[in-house]
């Protein structure tokens, strides 16, 4: 089972919102992945957790904040963003977190398509 | 020079055909290497990963690498239809072991 769930499928806020979204895996993996992706281009990495710890952060604006309660759960905190964030965003876990195992196969969920008015 | 290059198409295959897609990279240190399909509106799906230099064979779809030449292909015979979708080739980073993408190519297969 390769499976990593995302929430909610949609999401349309204003600019002035809060909102959250949510990724799950119970794959035992210790990597978890944060990708926004807008038409036409390839995703592009947010942020990386490994072992629950923030090891990746690729110069994101504070207005996404990323959380990993646990070793199967991230989520995206999003507060007063831009109609420029809208995109799909892209959740993916792995295996390997601790930069040894070059293999990292990553998995992605269905993602979340954001729209922001 | 883009760390990794693809060809963004079209490419358009006949029903059968041979579909042979491509990818460069820059890394000399990069060991692993991805393909992924993404149908549009969709997220990204593995199709295939290789590491070592050869051939790899899963179905109708063989990964090609050639690490002295930096790069990577892969072919799908017997193309259908269903395999129109956009192409992403992933290399992992030596550096950190994180992945860099290629622009993708877009294939379409004409029935």
New interface residues.
């Given amino acids: 089972d390769t499976e990593v769930t995302q929430t909610p499928k949609h999401l349309v806020m204003g600019m002035t919102n809060k909102k959250s979204l949510k990724c799950e895996q119970h794959m035992g993996h210790r990597a978890m992945y944060w990708y926004k992706q807008k038409a036409?281009?390839?995703?592009e990495?947010m942020f990386?957790y490994s072992y629950e710890k923030l090891s990746?952060n690729e110069s994101v604006p504070s207005r996404f904040s990323p959380e990993c309660p646990n070793s199967s759960l991230l989520n995206l905190h999003l507060h007063a963003l831009q109609p420029e964030d809208s995109a799909?965003y892209?959740c993916a876990s792995s295996q390997?977190a601790r930069?040894r195992?070059?293999?990292?196969?990553?998995?992605?969920?269905?993602?979340t398509?954001l729209s922001v008015l | 020079q883009k760390e990794v290059e693809q060809n963004s198409g079209p490419l358009s295959v006949p029903e059968g055909a041979i579909a042979s897609l491509n990818c460069t990279y820059s890394d000399r240190g990069s060991?692993?290497f991805?393909w992924?399909r993404q149908y549009s509106?969709?997220?990204?799906?593995?199709i295939m990963?290789i590491?070592s230099n050869g051939d790899k064979e899963d179905g109708r779809f063989t990964a090609q690498l050639n690490k002295a030449s930096q790069y990577v292909s892969l072919l799908i015979r017997d193309s259908q239809p269903s395999d129109s979708a956009t192409y992403?080739c992933a290399v992992?980073k030596a550096s950190?072991?994180?992945?860099i993408?290629?622009?993708?190519t877009k294939l379409i297969i004409k029935p």
């Fill in positions: 036409k281009k390839p995703p990495l990386v990746i799909l892209l390997a930069g195992d070059f293999k990292n196969i990553q998995y992605f969920g269905a993602g398509r | 060991q692993s991805f992924y509106g969709k997220s990204p799906e593995l990963f590491y992403l992992n950190n072991y994180q992945l993408w290629g622009a993708g």
